[in-house]
């Protein structure tokens, strides 16, 4: 795995981008992608609120809040609950469909499918997502990691380097799908 081990990072914190809140910024998404958000808000909104909810209301049942495990972790988890809740109706409104089907005539997007050829010949394949689709460990990369950000525009042939931690890396276009 040529980018890590120049880095030392770990391949999912290297290419997984910030997933910032309340955000002025398009979210690029597959049609498909946007519709696996709209199902997880539409179940943390409906099922995991309640269940919430009744995990606070049962932990006050048992008396004083003031020192309750029980209902310091339920309102914790509320919290967190809360921030992933704006995190997805961010998302989803600020949401831009990708179209795969767009031709890229051989210039690497969003969208594109890339094979990558660092100096030592190792190759690697990512798919170019937004930050709301990006899974490293299913070769999907954010339009907005470095390494994205430094291919985005090449053709197969062409070469870009990449600022990383650990230096500058080159990294050759093999294949544009």
Do not use: C
Not at 41 to 60: S, Y
Not at 71 to 96: C, M, N, P, T
Not at 128 to 143: F, L
Request: net charge negative; proline share 1%.
């Amino acid at each position: 795995m040529f980018l890590w081990k120049e880095t030392g990072f770990n391949k999912g914190e290297f290419f997984m981008s910030s997933q910032n809140t309340e955000t002025d910024d398009q979210v690029y998404i597959t049609a498909e992608g946007l519709e696996t958000l709209k199902v997880e808000l539409d179940h943390l909104r409906t099922t995991r609120r309640t269940e919430i909810a009744e995990l606070i209301q049962k932990a006050k049942e048992l008396g004083d809040i003031t020192d309750s495990a029980q209902y310091d972790a339920a309102k914790e988890e509320q919290a967190f609950l809360e921030g992933r809740i704006r995190q997805l109706e961010d998302q989803v409104s600020h949401a831009s469909i990708i179209d795969e089907r767009e031709s890229s005539r051989g210039v690497i997007r969003i969208g594109s499918k890339v094979t990558l050829v660092d100096n030592d010949g190792t190759e690697e394949r990512w798919e170019i997502v937004g930050r709301a689709e990006a899974d490293a460990t299913k070769g999907r990369i954010s339009n907005e990691s470095p390494v994205a950000k430094a291919i985005i525009g090449r053709k197969k042939g062409e070469t870009a380097q990449v600022n990383t931690p650990g230096g500058v890396i080159d990294l050759k276009v093999k294949s544009v799908e």
